[in-house]
């Protein structure tokens, strides 16, 4: 297969395909692959760490500052910063007790007066009604992006298919009528088929790491500390299995939706036809893995200083955004308070602003992002098609001549 073509295709295709670059948009703003990039208030002091004291020397753990003393003769004692001088204490042993510092228990008594006390009817209505409100709403929004994401990502890959065979670029309404089609159906069937059941075995095994935990019910501290510490070896170990294993079927699943759309084979046949692929040609869809993880490596590194550069359309999004939920959020809070309520109808229409502000906002990297899931879906695609025609190209093997008196 010769590489180089493909991601000059790939490319060509990305710039001068530019109808594509809505669904691209979709593609971006119903993935959460780029969840972390936008974490900004996150961060591990490597100051911090755990001091656990032992009868013959000390250990330090990297994590949340805790001083834990394993020395006493009457059990064990974690001492957990929470004021300067007042530290949250954990006292165990045959007995448990913990001593709070008096801000923090003064404001949980408060809170447990308040929840105690007779709540009055309508402001438990108009919490009942809220939650069921935000709850719906959410899910809406859910089910909504998880339609769009399977028909964007059916129409990216079936007008890469067609550009490739006929040369010729659809029109928008030609490109979403290919994705609201079948093949957005097996996409979600291939998905679930494929990922339920290794959540499903990645859960059991989670939970089948955190086993060691038991040992705290001995009421030995140590084996309680060493349960804790197997268990975070353990948990850790499975994460990392789960992001080798997400990173392999993340290929497979490119083949199999290829396989799907280019030659338009239900779910299970999708799947065995991909893995067939992939097994034959083992060297180039690795090699294409490889070049796509090279494009999300440099759309990393040229994430900040561009994200500089458009710090004016940032500004502009912020803008624009703020006055179209506004522009949402008054008529429709006023047109839903004649049946909900004035706070119901506030919830109502505060959420579905939200839903609004949030993607204008962040538009431009959403723009970005989608040129990236879009250039990556036209290797595959591409490189689907090439492997398809070696392998159609190939010559059948002769049949061996039978043996005399066979």
Request: glycine share 8%.
């Amino acid at each position: 297969m010769n590489h180089t073509d493909v991601l000059k295709r790939s490319w060509q295709i990305l710039w001068s395909y530019r109808i594509l670059w809505i669904f691209g948009f979709a593609i971006a703003l119903t993935t959460c692959t780029w969840q972390g990039t936008f974490n900004l208030g996150e961060r591990y002091d490597s100051g911090q760490r755990i001091t656990v004291h032992l009868e013959k020397g000390t250990l330090f753990i990297p994590g949340f500052k805790a001083d834990i003393d394993l020395t006493r003769a009457d059990g064990f004692q974690v001492l957990i910063p929470y004021e300067e001088g007042q530290p949250i204490v954990i006292n165990g042993g045959e007995t448990w007790s913990v001593d709070l510092p008096w801000r923090m228990e003064r404001d949980l008594e408060e809170l447990a007066d308040w929840l105690s006390g007779d709540i009055p009817p309508d402001v438990s209505e108009i919490i009942t009604g809220a939650i069921v409100i935000i709850v719906i709403a959410i899910g809406a929004i859910f089910l909504l992006a998880t339609v769009t994401r399977y028909v964007a990502n059916a129409s990216a890959i079936l007008a890469v298919n067609e550009r490739a065979k006929t040369g010729q670029k659809a029109s928008f309404g030609r490109v979403l009528g290919m994705g609201f089609s079948r093949v957005a159906w097996r996409f979600f069937l291939i998905d679930l088929v494929i990922r339920l059941p290794l959540l499903l075995l990645f859960l059991a095994l989670a939970l089948l790491s955190l086993s060691p935990l038991a040992l705290w019910t001995t009421g030995d501290p140590k084996a309680g500390l060493f349960g804790l510490t197997a268990a975070g070896f353990l948990i850790t170990g499975v994460i990392l299995l789960a992001v080798a294993v997400n990173a392999v079927v993340g290929v497979l699943m490119a083949i199999f939706r290829r396989a799907c759309a280019v030659e338009k084979l239900g779910a299970l046949a999708a799947i065995g036809r991909g893995f067939s692929v992939a097994r034959h040609n083992l060297r180039d869809v690795t090699l294409m893995a490889i070049f796509a993880f090279a494009a999300i490596i440099a759309w990393v590194i040229l994430f900040i200083p561009v994200v500089l550069l458009l710090t004016p359309v940032f500004l502009a999004c912020l803008f624009l955004g703020g006055l179209v939920a506004l522009a949402i959020l008054l008529p429709l809070a006023g047109a839903a308070s004649l049946v909900l309520g004035d706070v119901l109808a506030i919830v109502l229409a505060g959420t579905i602003a939200l839903a609004v502000f949030v993607p204008i906002i962040a538009a431009p990297i959403l723009f970005l992002s989608g040129l990236l899931h879009l250039y990556i879906s036209n290797l595959w695609t591409l490189s689907y098609r090439e492997l398809r025609a070696i392998e159609d190209a190939a010559p059948i093997p002769a049949p061996k001549p039978a043996l005399a008196g066979v």
